[in-house]
């Protein structure tokens, strides 16, 4: 078997980016103009594609390797496509390995600056990458050149040793969720391009229209320097805000940020009052959504699919996360602003949408996992995990579907199943669930008292964190069912608090773990565990998984197999991998045209 790091260079600014136009778009309008090349056998090459022979690296026992080939995969494509050297002579390839996924399944930042540091010992500098950007091949003389040739072979060689080195770290399941994420977001999504045109007109016409009714519109701005380029205020101001608050007398919020709870309380206790406050809140909303329509309406190819970005392992327990400005995994639920934007994702003629959803998944592996076999016989027995746990605690003991008869109860089961199991506390429960504080310290107390081998877990796991820092490498090794590995580093001791550090924002962390926290994140990557083996399950059954959003799979069947492919995956996702033996799962779905929640 021979091996072959494979890393290109193209040109970028803050207009052509694949942030900015996703994948497809971006490779339209940039330049490939530098390939680095460094093989296991001691062949080194940098240079412009066109000039290598790429029949030296072609046939079915040779491996490809890139440090993000969610890029360089569509690169040679996209080189292959228009005829650029010998490219089209590569018909074979035994498979292509992304090392910065590996990177990121052994726990470390994936960026190959922190990879080179993390797992092969080297600093490595990212400065000329970023001196790259604005400039094309042409554009820079021999000596910035030379420099930009160096680097990428660099990156080449050691996108090549960290293979060689860690690669049998990274077992064959988990190359395969990262080829088939790979491969699912470069596929795409089905857009509905004339549902897109007619929003974004609506949206528009709904803007200039508020627009109306926000008082400081047309004020020229308070910043000399730009009132002097004849800006006007923005439309959004926390300046303009805060001053119009002043001038009707009512207190405006420390900040205007679109999560900040404060701000949707200013926003909800006003809008009817003022409209001018009712005009900004939904100028909000409806510009937000407005940006998302018109990012998928720029990314969508010629045929109709949009391909958009998704990190392998991008949360510390594994799980996926959104990238390349563009998050699927966040698309807002329903009808917002007068627009359902997951209706946007419509499947094309002859075809339909299975969506299917893993029922409650994080309930049910933390009972597995802490061996409480009271709780899982009732969940064995009845479907809806919420009324199980009810019946167990002898909560509630009516005849019926708790669901139908007793919605409030199951609310609450709910409330106590999602909050509770991590080692929430009753100030933070009230706050959570948005119940009377003394009722939330009952309910706490309830929970720890009704689940012992729960709070056992919490225990266990901390104790094993606390014994980490006293071990040779201050790591603690938490080993989920899977077989595979959570790592926490440089466990530390402050007082009573316990840290370590973890993967966060692209760098390695420092935060205080406790056993609530380090349970839930056990809890979280057995059920992304349980879910990407699923899906690997139903792309083995010929059904294509087009989208993963948390614990919910979107498969794209064909309209006269929709009811047949819908049991299938049904099925897929109610059976636990061999490892799972005893998780009680369950799943629910449904057969739709359009992405709907």
Request: glycine share 8%; hydrophobic share 40%; net charge neutral.
């Amino acid at each position: 078997m021979s091996i072959a790091a494979v890393d290109f260079e193209s040109y970028y600014d803050y207009e052509i980016s694949i942030t900015t136009l996703g994948i497809h778009h971006y490779l339209q309008k940039s330049d490939i103009y530098l390939v680095s090349i460094a093989t296991d056998g001691g062949v080194k090459y940098v240079g412009h594609p066109k000039d290598f022979d790429w029949s030296t690296i072609s046939g079915p026992d040779w491996i490809w390797l890139s440090h993000n080939a969610g890029f360089d995969w569509p690169v040679f494509l996209r080189l292959q496509e228009i005829g650029v050297g010998n490219t089209q002579s590569v018909t074979e390839i035994k498979d292509w390995f992304d090392t910065a996924d590996l990177t990121a399944y052994l726990g470390l930042p994936r960026s190959l600056k922190y990879a080179s540091f993390y797992l092969l010992g080297e600093e490595i500098s990212k400065d000329t990458r970023d001196r790259m950007k604005g400039r094309s091949w042409e554009s820079m003389n021999a000596e910035f050149r030379a420099e930009v040739e160096q680097y990428a072979l660099k990156d080449a060689e050691n996108c090549l040793n960290i293979w060689l080195k860690h690669g049998q770290k990274w077992p064959e399941h988990e190359r395969q969720i990262s080829r088939l994420s790979r491969e699912m977001c470069f596929r795409g999504v089905p857009l509905d391009d004339q549902g897109l045109e007619k929003d974004i007109h609506n949206l528009e016409a709904d803007l200039w229209q508020l627009r109306t009714n926000i008082p400081w519109k047309d004020e020229p701005h308070r910043d000399v320097t730009k009132a002097r380029k004849g800006e006007k205020m923005a439309i959004l101001s926390p300046i303009a805000i805060r001053e119009e608050c002043l001038k009707v007398g009512i207190t405006a919020p420390a900040s205007f940020a679109k999560d900040d709870p404060d701000a949707e309380e200013f926003f909800e206790a006003y809008a009817e009052v003022y409209p001018w406050v009712r005009a900004v809140r939904d100028y909000r909303r409806a510009a937000k959504h407005l940006a998302t329509l018109k990012s998928m309406q720029s990314r969508m190819r010629p045929d109709g699919w949009m391909p958009y970005g998704l990190k392998y392992f991008g949360a510390h327990t594994g799980r996926d996360s959104g990238d390349a400005g563009l998050n699927l995994q966040n698309l807002p639920k329903g009808l917002v602003a007068g627009v359902d934007v997951r209706s946007k994702i419509r499947a094309p003629k002859g075809y339909t949408l299975a969506i299917v959803d893993l029922s409650q998944i994080e309930p049910r592996c933390l009972h597995w996992l802490a061996e409480d076999e009271k709780t899982l016989q009732y969940i064995r027995e009845i479907p809806d995990l919420y009324e199980a746990q009810a019946r167990a605690w002898g909560i509630w003991n009516e005849e019926g579907d708790m669901k139908k008869v007793a919605p409030t109860v199951r609310h609450v089961m709910k409330q106590i199943a999602l909050g509770l199991g991590y080692g929430m506390g009753g100030k933070k429960f009230a706050e959570v669930a948005g119940i009377d504080p003394d009722e939330a310290v009952r309910l706490t107390a309830l929970y720890r008292k009704k689940n012992p081998k729960v709070v056992k877990l919490w225990r266990t796991l901390e104790a094993g964190l606390s014994r980490a820092m006293h071990s040779e490498d201050r790591t603690f090794r938490m080993v989920l069912p899977s077989g595979r590995t959570l790592n926490y580093r440089t466990v530390s001791k402050q007082g009573d608090k316990l840290s370590a550090s973890i993967p966060r924002a692209g760098k390695l962390m420092q935060l205080g773990i406790w056993g609530g926290v380090l349970t839930e994140n056990l809890v979280q990557a057995c059920a992304r565990d349980v879910f990407m083996h699923q899906c690997s399950e139903i792309e083995k059954a010929g059904i294509p998984v087009i989208m993963r959003v948390h614990d919910e799979a979107v498969c794209l069947v064909e309209e006269d197999t929709a009811l047949y492919d819908l049991q299938t995956i049904t099925k897929i996702m109610s059976t636990p991998p061999e490892w799972g033996v005893g998780l009680p799962l369950s799943a629910e779905g449904s057969i739709s045209k359009v992405y709907k929640k």
